[in-house]
Nanobody, 130 residues
Framework: QVQLVESGGGSVQGGGSLRLSCAASGYTYSIFSRACMGWFRQAPGKEREGVALIDSDIDSDGRIRYADSVKGRFTISRDNAEKTLYLQMNNLKPEDTAMYYC?????????????????WGQGTQVTVSS
């Protein structure tokens, strides 16, 4: 069974940086490298939204997409050998405050629809103060 565990959240002031990690277990290297991986976030009272998505390196050339609100500030990456997903977040803003979730689906290409994802982590809280 696939398990995703996020880490790296915390409280920072606006303009600061955080790096989130998501460690996957239950995936072999081969399966992980072929899986879509994504970061989503949910702020209180709001719907969960896709933040950054990265397709399989093998099946979809590792295509990356970002939400418009984070373009130029966030960077998603994956280490297939370590079966880990990352999200580098720079120039954080108060509106980035949310619970951040790692998710994966059993195909190589990602969608922005949270209901297409099979597995989710428990989330890590990011709080940005002004």
């Amino acid at each position: 069974q696939v398990q995703l565990v996020e880490s790296g959240g915390g409280s920072v002031q606006g303009g600061g940086s955080l790096r989130l990690s998501c460690a996957a277990s239950g995936y072999t290297y081969s399966i992980f490298s072929r899986a879509c991986m994504g970061w989503f976030r949910q702020a209180p009272g709001k719907e969960r939204e896709g933040v950054a998505l990265i397709d399989s390196d093998i099946d979809s050339d590792g295509r990356i997409r970002y939400a418009d609100s984070v373009k130029g500030r966030f960077t998603i990456s994956r280490d297939n050998a370590e079966k880990t997903l990352y999200l580098q977040m720079n120039n954080l803003k108060p509106e980035d405050t949310a619970m951040y979730y790692c998710a994966t689906r059993s195909t190589g290409w990602c969608t922005s629809d949270q209901y297409d994802y099979n597995y989710w982590g428990q989330g890590t809280q990011v709080t940005v103060s002004s």
